[in-house]
């Protein structure tokens, strides 16, 4: 049996919010503000998964904006994604994989950053739009890992860090943390669960 912090509901956007398999969101839990951004999307207009939290909208607006003027063209594939749909994926997934494959790179309901509005996956053309580990070694993938912190994202699941995270690496998953934090996320290369510790400890 899973032992796990819930999260409690809030209308406050904290951007720094640490959602992970021992901090979970209610099931009610919905972001407010959630808008569509104007960027390259492998989704229909109006589908969920085009939808951000707002102060995530204007940031990956602007990445995307950078990257094109680079010749760089990202495309995004999931944003949010409600409880509800987290759920039926991972029960899908569990059919079809062992559960310990699954919960390396699939989150459980409430434990999925998708659910906050912050976290996007992002893919490009010359990987066929995938999700996949390729992806990083892509001009658009170099550039990505690169640029994200200046406009207030982290590669959220890095590679070598799966036991401090609890998933798999994934290239192509980033998350809005805000400028400053990113940036020195950046810098120190530590992962958002042991920013969280090393403030605790603060405390």
């Known amino acids: 049996m899973d032992f796990y912090t819930v999260i409690p ?5 904290d951007c720094s919010i640490l959602v992970n398999k021992s901090h979970r969101l209610e099931e009610s839990y919905i972001p407010p503000c ?3 951004p104007n960027i390259l999307f492998d989704a229909p207009s109006g589908d969920p998964r085009r939808l951000l939290s707002l102060p ?5 607006e602007k990445l995307f ?3 094109r003027e680079q010749g760089i063209f990202l495309y995004g594939i999931s944003g949010y994604r409600s409880y509800e749909r987290q759920k039926a994926l991972y029960e899908t997934r569990l059919k079809q994989k062992e559960k310990s494959y699954v919960d390396l790179y699939l989150a459980p309901p409430g434990a999925s950053e998708h659910q906050t509005g912050l976290a ?3 893919s490009c053309p010359s990987v066929s739009l995938q999700l996949e580990d390729c ?3 892509t001009t658009e993938g170099k550039w990505l890992a690169s640029h994200a912190p200046l406009y207030g994202f982290i590669i959220r ?9 609890g998933y798999g690496w994934e290239p192509w998953h980033i998350r809005y943390v805000g400028k400053s934090l990113a940036l020195y996320l ?3 290369g530590l992962t958002l669960e042991e920013y969280h510790e090393h403030q605790s400890s603060c405390d």
């Open 34 to 36: 959630l808008t569509e």
């Open 186 to 188: 950046s810098l120190t």
């Open 65 to 67: 904006a950078a990257g």
């Open 135 to 137: 992806f990083a070694s």
């Open 157 to 165: 699941y890095p590679k070598n860090k799966e036991l401090i995270t």
């Open 56 to 60: 995530v909208v204007r940031a990956s």
């Open 9 to 13: 509901s809030t209308s406050e956007l």
């Open 120 to 122: 996007l996956d992002v």
